[in-house]
């Protein structure tokens, strides 16, 4: 079977390559367009970095504070809890310490001999 090709003539086809260069109303619009965009955005861009720089950057330094903060706060916590397990004191109260203290007082204390050790 014989291959059918159409043939175009030399004027269409310099129509053609001329439509694909841009003429000068889409160079104009093009260029317009993209001037609107600058000088209409650029103001809201520079709203935006002053509302960062004012707002923003502080509300950070806060929040970086207060989890220092808290984290010093829990870290004193966690020493004061161990401390007070080591001594043996979780479950004691104020009047029993009070009274400890008083047989502690009250004791006599007798030095140890090696007599005392023998059976």
Known sequence: MEERRLRRSPPVEARRRAREQPWCQEVAGRATAECAAVCCCFPF???????????GVPAALCRRALRARARCRRASRTAAAKKKEMMGMDSVSKGELQQRHERLKNLQFVPLSAASFQR
């Open 45 to 55: 861009a520079v709203v935006e970095l002053v509302v960062l720089a004012a707002v």
